[in-house]
Each structure stands twice: as C-alpha cells, then as structure tokens.
C-alpha cells in the first residue's frame, strides 16, 4: 500500500477546519469579547498570586489613568516612581514606534545604535560613568555586585563583601534579597546569599566599624525609596566616599527609584556632593519601558569580555524609549520643574499634617515625599483616595508615599490634595 505524505500545498487548502479546531482547543487564539471577561477572577486562574490586587486598569494618558469600566483615576502612583513622563507620552510612543519599523531587537553580539546613544547620554550626564544595559533594577544591581566583587578580588585580596543599609531595598533576585536591609523580604529565602551585611543608615561610624578585610563595597540609596523615602545626609554620603577611597572600597549608588530627576537633580547623590563609583538606574529610564543601567565610573569599570552579559539587556526599543525620555527631562527643563513642584507638594502635605493628627511626620525631595501616620492605616487611606479617584502609594503599613510623573502641573497637586484630605477626613 502507498500512502502520500500530506504537502504544505495540503495544508493551505484545508487551513479552516484546521484553524477551527485549533480554535475549540485553544481559544485564546482568537480575540475574546471583552464584555464577556471577567478579568479579576481569569487573573485569579492563571496568574501567581504575588501580587494582591482587583483593579484593571486600561489605559493611561499623561496623569491620568482609566479602568477596565473607563473609571478615570489621577495616577500619584506612576507605576511606583517608573511613568516618569506619565502616559502615552508623544516622544516616549514616536520613540518605540519608530524603532519597532526598525529593529525590535538584535543580540548583544552586534553593536546597536539606540544602545550606543543612551550610554553616550548617560556618560554625559554622570560625568563620564559608561553604562551596562540590564532589563530591571534587580539586575542592575546584580551587575553592580558582581563588578565590586570583582574589584576586591583585583585590588582587596579576594574581598567580595557587601556593606548596605537597615530599611534599603534592592530588589527581589537572591543577591539583591540579601543586600535588601529589611527582614520581611528576606525571611521566606533563608539562607540569604553569602557575602552581604547591613548598618544602620546615616551612620558612618557603623560602616566603618562594620568594615573588614572581607568588605569589597558599599551599597545606598541616596534617598531610600521602599523603606520610607529617607535622603541620607551630605556629611554622611560624603563620609562614605572619603572611607572608601582610604580603604579601596567600590561605593555603589542605587538609584533605581530616586534617579531620573525625580528629586530635582538627574541623580539623587548630586544633592549631597559625593560621587558613587558604580550607579544603579531602572524603573523611570525609558518611561516605562522596562530597561535597567549599571554605570561605572573609571576606576571601577573592569568587565572584561566575558565577565557578564544579556539576552535583552540595552535592547532598541527600550533605549529608543530611554533616549527620548531623558531628551524630555534633560531638554525640556523638567529638573527645574520638579524642583518648584517638589516644594509644593512639600508645602501641601506640611499643611495636610497640621490639619490631620494621624499624621506624624513629613519629609522627602523633589517629586519623592513620604507621610508617617500614627497608626498603620495606610491601606485605608489609599483605599479612601481610590474611591475619590486618587491613587497613591504607602511605603510600609504607616507611611503614605508620593512618586508622581514628573510632568504632574500644580493643579494636578491641588487636586491630589484635595481629595487626600478628604480620604483623611473619611478616617
Ligand atoms: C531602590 C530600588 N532598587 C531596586 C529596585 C528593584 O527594581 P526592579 O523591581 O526593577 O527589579 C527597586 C524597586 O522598587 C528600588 O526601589
């Protein structure tokens, strides 16, 4: 018996029945009505639970963001300090479709033009630190670890370890859990990764007492975001780079939240007049394009070929989206502008404060401000925001904290103010 083996032309000619039970198999193949979705409980089916949330959101424009019911919202949130020019921005959209008629993406192998220029903008402006490209701040982080590793093993005798800081955050990879100066995200993983220790922050005599032949680097936030927006002080920060030039240390700066201009200056460890050897960015560089940075000053950039690398870390589209982002922050004079609003939104929680006795303290810089609440009710009040159409965030269960979009207008604040106080009064 002969049989004929089915050919392509076979195929083209019997696409739909095929197609239509391809379709009965797999519906997600074709577009599903979206009156019919219910989305909260399809994410419950077929997403981890990591994240406890029930609001959909649907689109965005500039400070404005809207439901999956076309509810609309004033976005203080800015996915967490990362919609820097908020959404659907005109240059950061030109960017990525642009460059998606181009290149979507090419291998690390080749050398890709919109990588080449986002670097050239970020030697610029870090006074001439040359940068990896990675695909969040976890593992710009990660880079930045490995490359002060590889510095003490060059200049300290093998030393490889990690002095940060109590509250800081650097991520949720194992290495960045383990530099992460706060045990709630660190207890589930123990052991945490060898090679890491914390101090208190805004203590110079604890690094230094905490310092041993093992000690590679150090790693701070400037302005500590998730613990609280905290800045360190100048002294301090200054402190740390005298301590580490006297004792060949590689001093990291994560800036992965407080960078990008958000405190009126492009890098936050401006305001206190100490140079980092190694800065991490992420979150806000391309305008919500996932994207992360590792720069590294001369003295600590000592990759070689080999020593590190990525699939899409420094891809086309997110450093088009980047170089058109820091093209608006730097090119349009927002730094300045972040600088006038921060004081106002500063003024306006001030006045919140003395209006509320819930609130205990204020403090921050620029566009990253942060509240204290006498107790831990700040889930009620972003819940009580959300219902007035405000969405803002907390760092921790007692402090209420604001990363707005960059580009956010005095009346936008005023608004935001408004119906915090009335979130407040609704306690
Ligand atoms: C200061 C800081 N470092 C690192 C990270 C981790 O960044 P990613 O979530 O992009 O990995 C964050 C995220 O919130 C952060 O605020």
């Known amino acids: 018996?002969?049989?004929?083996?089915?050919?392509?032309?076979?195929?083209?000619?019997?696409?739909?029945?095929?197609?239509?039970?391809?379709?009965?198999?797999?519906?997600?193949?074709?577009?599903?009505?979206?009156?019919?979705?219910?989305?909260?409980?399809?994410?419950?089916?077929?997403?981890?639970?990591?994240?406890?949330?029930?609001?959909?959101m649907e689109r965005g424009q500039g400070v404005r963001v809207y439901d999956a019911d076309g509810r609309e919202y004033l976005d203080l949130v800015a996915g967490i300090a990362t919609n820097v020019l908020g959404h659907a921005h005109p240059s950061v959209v030109r960017a990525i479709q642009q460059q998606a008629t181009q290149l979507i993406h090419v291998s690390n192998l080749y050398i890709n033009e919109r990588q080449v220029e986002l670097a050239e903008?970020?030697?610029?402006?870090s006074g001439g630190m040359r940068a990896f490209f990675s695909n969040s701040g976890a593992e710009a982080n990660e880079g930045a670890i490995k490359?002060?590793?590889?510095?003490?093993?060059?200049?300290?005798?093998g030393a490889y370890e990690i002095i940060s800081m109590d509250r800081s955050f650097h991520g949720r990879t194992l290495a960045t859990t383990s530099a992460t100066g706060q045990q709630k995200y660190q207890d589930t993983w123990l052991p945490v990764a060898d090679g890491f220790k914390q101090v208190?922050?805004?203590?110079?005599?604890?690094?230094?007492a905490a310092t041993t032949a093992k000690t590679a680097g150090i790693l701070i936030e400037a302005v500590q975001g998730e613990g609280g927006i905290y800045p360190a002080s100048a002294d301090y920060m200054q402190g740390l780079r005298a301590w580490c030039d006297e004792q060949k240390l590689i001093l990291i700066c994560d800036e992965v939240q407080a960078g990008m201009g958000r405190?009126?200056?492009?890098?936050?460890?401006?305001?206190m007049g100490a140079r980092p050897?190694?800065?991490t960015m992420a979150k806000g560089l391309a305008g919500g394009v996932p994207i992360g940075a590792m720069l590294a000053a001369p003295r600590a950039d000592i990759f070689e070929p080999g020593d590190h690398g990525t699939t899409f870390g420094g891809n086309p589209i997110a450093c088009a989206a980047g170089l058109a982002t820091l093209r608006v922050i730097v090119g349009e004079g927002l730094l300045d502008h972040v600088t006038t609003l921060g004081y106002s939104l500063g003024a306006r929680i001030d006045a919140l404060a003395q209006k509320h006795d819930i609130i205990t303290g204020t403090r921050g810089l620029g566009l990253m401000r942060a509240f204290d609440l006498r107790e831990a009710k700040a889930q009620d009040i972003m819940d009580r925001a959300l219902e007035r159409g405000l969405l803002i965030t907390n760092a921790g269960p007692s402090t209420i904290r604001f990363v707005p979009p960059l580009i956010i207008q005095r009346a936008d604040l005023d608004e935001a103010i408004e119906k915090l106080d009335a979130a407040l009064a609704a306690l």
């Open 1 to 56: 018996m002969t049989t004929t083996k089915p050919t392509a032309a076979d195929a083209v000619e019997t696409p739909s029945a095929t197609h239509d039970q391809l379709v009965q198999a797999h519906p997600w193949l074709v577009e599903q009505p979206r009156a019919q979705r219910d989305w909260v409980a399809l994410e419950k089916q077929f997403y981890q639970s990591t994240f406890k949330r029930s609001l959909v």
């Open 147 to 157: 490359l002060a590793r590889k510095f003490g093993r060059l200049n300290r005798d």
């Open 277 to 279: 050897d190694i800065v």
């Open 121 to 125: 903008a970020l030697y610029d402006l």
């Open 263 to 271: 405190t009126g200056k492009f890098f936050s460890w401006e305001h």
């Open 200 to 208: 208190p922050f805004n203590d110079l005599d604890a690094v230094k």
